[in-house]
C-alpha cells in the first residue's frame, strides 16, 4: 500500500505564482498537493507497467493535519478487507538536498498528542476575589509543572517537547474576577511508552493543583498522532530503491519532532514513512510561501516503482 495525504492548510499563501490557491485563507503549505499528484503518477506508471504478480493499493487519505484520517480509513471495512502486506509513505522536507532520500530505521516521526485541560471555579466580583474561586493561580502552576517535563535534547530515550498552544480565562469583564479557565498543550515524545508516562504525570498534576485552589479538572485529550515505527526490512527496501535510481541517501540519528498520522498504519502493518529532500532553500513546511517542488514528482514516482519492483516482479 502507497499513501498519499490529500489536505490542505488554513494559511494564506503569499505567492504569486499563476497556480496560487484560488481559495483565501486556505492552501498547500504541507506539499499534500505534491504527495497526491505522486500518487496519480505511480497510477499511471503502474497502468503501462503492470506487476508480475500482487496487488498495489493506493491510499488517497483525507484529514491527515487533524490526526483523524488515518483512524477513519484503519476504521473502514472496506480497508480491513484489504489487508496490506507492507504500506509506504514519504513526505517532502524543506532544508534537505533536492531528491535526496532521507530514512532512519525505528521512529522515524514523534508521538504527539494535544491536551485541553479545563479549569473550573467560581466567579465572583473583581473586588471581591476571596468569595470565588480564581483559575489564574492554578493555570499558572499547572503550566510551570507541564514545562519541568520537557528536555528538547533528541540524543535522550525520554525526550519530551511540552508547549502551550493556547491560554483562555474569564471576560472582558473588569468587575468579574473569572471562575473559568483552560490551557491548551501539545505533548510529543519519541515513543508511545514515554508519551504514556509523561500524560499521566500531566494529568496528576492538573487534578492535584485544581484541588490545591478548589478548582475541578476536566482534561480532554484530542489529535493523537502515533510515532511512526519504521521496519527494518522496509527501510532496506527504501534505501534499496533509491541506490537503483542513483539518489543521495541521508540516514537520520534522531527521529524528527512533528507528528504524522501515518504512524497508525505502522503501528498496525510493516512499513515505513522517509523523507525526499525539497531543497535547502526551500520555504519550511507550514510557511505562507512554501511550495511543492514539481521535480520531486519524478523522484517520488520512481522511489515507490522501485519498491513495488523488489516485491511483485520476482519470477
Not at 511508552?193 to 496528576?204: A, C, F, P, Q, S
Request: net charge negative.
Amino acid at each position: 500500500m502507497f499513501r498519499s495525504e490529500l489536505d490542505a492548510l488554513p494559511i494564506q499563501e503569499i505567492n504569486e505564482f499563476e497556480y496560487r490557491s484560488k481559495t483565501d485563507g486556505v492552501s498547500h503549505k504541507c506539499g499534500h498537493d505534491g504527495h497526491t499528484t505522486v500518487l496519480i503518477g505511480l497510477a499511471h506508471k503502474l497502468s503501462a507497467q503492470r506487476p508480475y504478480m500482487g496487488k498495489v493499493i493506493l491510499l488517497f487519505q483525507p484529514s491527515e493535519e487533524n490526526g483523524e484520517g488515518a483512524e477513519g480509513v484503519l476504521q473502514d471495512d472496506r480497508f480491513t478487507a484489504l489487508s496490506p502486506d507492507l504500506v509506504f509513505a514519504f513526505h517532502n522536507l524543506p532544508g534537505y538536498p533536492l531528491h535526496q532520500i532521507v530514512y532512519k530505521k525505528g521512529s522515524f516521526t514523534s508521538s504527539v498528542i494535544s491536551l485541553i485541560v479545563k479549569f473550573h471555579g467560581k466567579t465572583s466580583h473583581a473586588g471581591e476575589p476571596e468569595l470565588g474561586y480564581n483559575p489564574a493561580s492554578a493555570i499558572s502552576k499547572f503550566i510551570e509543572s507541564a514545562l519541568g517535563y520537557s528536555n528538547n535534547e533528541m540524543s535522550r530515550n525520554d525526550f519530551c517537547v511540552v508547549t502551550p498552544i493556547h491560554i483562555n480565562m474569564g471576560e472582558k469583564a473588569y468587575g468579574i474576577s473569572a471562575g473559568y479557565g483552560e490551557v491548551h498543550l501539545t505533548i510529543r515524545c519519541w515513543t508511545e511508552t514515554e508519551l504514556d508516562k509523561v500524560r499521566m504525570k500531566i494529568k496528576e498534576n492538573a487534578e492535584q493543583i485544581a484541588k490545591q485552589e478548589g478548582l475541578t479538572a476536566i482534561e480532554e485529550w484530542l489529535q493523537h498522532f502515533n510515532a511512526n515505527q519504521n521496519s527494518d526490512a522496509t527501510v532496506d527496501m527504501v534505501v534499496k530503491a533509491a541506490e537503483s535510481n542513483k539518489i543521495s541517501l541521508n540516514e537520520r540519528a534522531y527521529p524528527f519532532k512533528w507528528g504524522e498520522d501515518f504512524g497508525l498504519f505502522t503501528q498496525r502493518y510493516k512499513g515505513v514513512m522517509f523523507g525526499i529532500g525539497a531543497g535547502e532553500h526551500c520555504p519550511a513546511l507550514h510557511n505562507p510561501d512554501y511550495d511543492f517542488p514539481d521535480e520531486l514528482l519524478e523522484t517520488g514516482v520512481n522511489i515507490f516503482y522501485s519498491i513495488i519492483d523488489q516485491n511483485l516482479n520476482t519470477a
